[in-house]
């Protein structure tokens, strides 16, 4: 675990450092990051003021009292303690009795050195604290600074991670990198915006100024912890077909579909630049939280594979943990076929979506816009996995797979005894032959999996009318461990 | 430094769109792809001059094949 480096250099060595602001102008105070996560003039302490490390505050935002607490980095570069972690444990158990969100505000090096293996039991209880708050409190974290080793792991074991342009998330720095494996790395491309929000998953919002990251927290504390009433009246119908391309062989960005399904402006989406074949965005619907999961064709074709099934299943039991019911917009080729994805354990990690759909208690209503085949068919939430209502647009096609593939594999012999010229023809004729019997919606209406064919220009007040119906504030009973 | 753009996945070229010389924007279609039964395009990503086309249509590609090189502004 790295550990912030604050041995004392003896005076006759020491170069003059640049002399360190006062306290009330450094911007890593933390009364001034708390006072800017927080409504004007809301803010009260629930710790000392002191050398801690931590300072932890309870106050409003957007009108939702909340528990927060934020490093100081201007002791030691925030390292933790164990009286600074103590500040933290109190802060979990406040909003654990009072049953409200808490944000953690992270600029550390992690562990401090000085205490020795008591400052890693004091972080340790901090991740003991959070796993007991897990699925009960919404947890946010946004890190402003760097945060190593324990720090890390803080923000890693919490619901929503959103990084800022000076975050900085490693396990061990880049010093120890070097010393140990003799790789040349700075702090930016070990554990930067552009590994974590592309590579690792680490984090869930990318944040242009540290304004922007408290403004996000402060979105979601919102979203999670102020989720409002879902009013039919107020959801207008908007003709969500302009949304898709003519073609239906053609790619297409879903990110759109999304936002015009959405109340406008309140589109909050998590991971947009990993796993980006599938989208998971949280939003308002007719004036109430929901988390709408969409497959994104534009990026491997819409596929599901290991990552994509891994982001969505955190996603699903995040929202089902916390009552936020779920809209699943459908257009899905199949899994993404290959030995590359096979290694990378897609069998595993793709069951995490089944599992975190099955389980899921909150209203979850799905849409299938075109197409939607295979074991990727299953796992979008299909009927047998419980789904609250699924809908169809016209046309969509439900299916094992693709009918022209289907007939290649069903009339295999037949096939192949055709002149080789005439089977393209052959070919088609029995694609539409077999696509009336098994891969139509209508077919899909009559056994049951689609209980509704709906026009696009009527799919937000289906969608609104099918969830309200069946939103009655039950939630999973269940945590939500970082999968 | 060149930007380098890869294949996301094991596809057919359907058609080749950008020609070297071009001026790309990050969202501009380089090539199409065919794969999944569908075409899928490959975006520019950046904000530059197609220095490269390493692509020809028909040929297929595995992922992570070169696509196309791009100076960036």
Redesign the interface.
Same mark, same amino acid.
């Given at each position: 675990m790295t550990a912030t480096d604050h041995r004392t250099t003896p005076p006759q060595q020491a170069t003059p450092r640049p002399s360190k602001p006062p306290r009330e102008d450094d911007p890593r105070n933390p009364n001034k990051r708390l006072a800017a996560l927080y409504d004007a003039d809301s803010l009260e302490l629930i710790s000392a003021d002191g050398d801690s490390g931590m300072l932890a505050a309870i106050g409003m935002i957007d009108g939702v009292r909340t528990v927060a607490f934020c490093s100081d980095a201007t002791v030691m570069g925030g390292a933790m303690g164990d009286e600074g972690c103590s500040v933290v444990v109190a802060a979990y158990e406040r909003a654990m009795a009072d049953r409200l969100p808490i944000v953690g505000l992270w600029h550390s090096g992690g562990a401090r050195l000085a205490e020795g293996v008591l400052s890693l039991d004091a972080v340790g209880k901090i991740f003991h604290a959070m796993t007991l708050a897990s699925g009960k409190v919404p947890q946010i974290s946004v890190v402003l600074g760097p945060a190593a080793g324990g720090a890390a792991y803080g923000p890693a074991l919490t619901d929503v991670v959103i990084l800022g342009p000076e975050g900085r998330i490693f396990v061990t720095g880049p010093d120890v990198v070097r010393s140990v494996t003799g790789e040349d790395v700075d702090m930016l491309r070990l554990g930067g915006p552009e590994p974590h929000g592309r590579r690792s998953g680490v984090v869930h919002v990318l944040a242009d100024s540290e304004e922007h990251a408290l403004g996000e927290a402060r979105r979601l504390v919102a979203l999670l912890g102020d989720q409002g009433r879902l009013d039919v009246t107020a959801v207008e119908d908007v003709d969500l077909a302009e949304q898709l391309p003519e073609?239906v %062989? %053609? #790619?297409y960005d879903v990110h759109p579909l999304v936002t015009e399904l959405l109340d406008a402006g309140s589109a909050l989406e998590l991971h947009p630049r990993w796993a980006p074949n599938i989208v998971t965005t949280l939003g308002r619907f007719g004036g109430r939280s929901v988390g709408v999961i969409a497959n994104n $064709? +534009? %990026? +491997? @074709? /819409?596929?599901l594979d290991s990552t994509s099934a891994e982001k969505a299943a955190r996603f699903v039991r995040m929202c089902d943990t916390f009552g936020v019911p779920l809209l699943v917009v459908v257009d899905v $080729? /199949?899994y993404?076929p /290959?030995v @590359?994805q096979e290694w990378d354990g897609v069998v595993r990690r793709g069951a995490k979506l089944l599992h975190a759909f099955s389980e899921a208690s909150v209203p979850r209503v799905t849409l299938v816009t075109r197409k939607s085949y295979g074991g990727a068919y299953i796992a979008m939430n299909s009927r047998a996995l419980g789904a609250t209502r699924v809908f169809a647009w016209p046309g969509a096609q439900i299916a094992v797979m @693709?009918a022209? #593939?289907a007939v290649r594999i069903l009339h295999r012999r037949k096939l192949a005894s055709v002149d080789p010229d005439l089977r393209p023809t052959v070919e088609a004729e029995l694609a539409e032959e077999h696509e009336t019997i098994a891969g139509g919606v209508e077919k899909a209406v009559e056994i049951g999996v689609v209980d509704e064919v709906v026009e696009p220009a009527k799919t937000r007040s289906a969608l609104a009318a099918a969830l309200a119906d069946a939103d009655h504030g039950i939630r999973g009973q269940h945590g939500n461990i970082p999968l | 430094m060149a930007h380098e753009v890869n294949a996301e996945l094991v596809a057919n070229v359907w058609k080749v769109v950008a020609s070297v010389g071009d001026r790309v924007a990050a969202d501009d279609a380089l090539v199409i792809l065919e794969s999944m039964k569908m075409e899928i395009p490959v975006l520019a990503e950046v904000v530059g001059v197609v220095t490269e086309v390493s692509v020809t249509e028909g040929q297929v590609v595995t992922e992570g094949d070169r696509i196309a090189v791009i100076e960036p502004d």
């Open positions: 073609s %062989r %053609r #790619a $064709p +534009l %990026r +491997l @074709g /819409g596929c $080729p /199949g993404l /290959g @590359g @693709g022209v #593939a | -």
